[in-house]
């Protein structure tokens, strides 16, 4: 059974940085597409970021390229999202997803309830 844990979330000014981590385990980790999701209250789930196995594709959402970077360790069974340049508009909970899906235009998470995490949540004052 797949474990997912975020961490790392918190109460930060506009134009400050957050680095979001995420473990993952009871899943072949370093073949495993990896992703950031948020939701802000009253909105649906939207996929942030994404990364492929070898760190060697990714996606952002157009509202955080250039601001969010995502990496992975294999050899934590981590990945990180570092936020820089936050924004009031990026405040939601954050989730990590294991097994996601993703293209050059969308990510997408899977339907397994244990590939996800419990969310941390970013808040952003402007």
């Known amino acids: 059974q797949a474990q997912v844990e975020e961490s790392g979330g918190g109460l930060v000014q506009a134009g400050g940085s957050l680095r979001l981590s995420c473990t993952a385990s009871?899943?072949?980790?370093?073949?495993?597409?990896m992703g950031w999701f948020r939701q802000a209250p009253g909105k649906e789930r939207e996929g942030v970021s994404c990364?492929?196995?070898?760190?060697?594709?990714?996606y952002y959402m157009t509202s955080v390229k250039g601001r969010f970077t995502i990496s992975r360790d294999n050899a934590l069974n981590t990945i990180y999202l570092q936020m820089d340049s936050l924004k009031p508009e990026d405040t939601a909970m954050y989730y990590c997803?294991?097994?996601?899906?993703?293209?050059?235009?969308?990510?997408?998470?899977?339907?397994?309830?244990?590939?996800w995490g419990q969310g941390t949540q970013v808040t952003v004052s402007s």
């Open positions: 997803a294991a097994e996601v899906r993703f293209g050059d235009d969308f990510c997408q998470g899977s339907l397994a309830n244990d590939y």
């Open positions: 990364i492929n196995f070898n760190s060697r594709k990714r």
């Open positions: 009871g899943l072949t980790f370093a073949r495993t597409a």
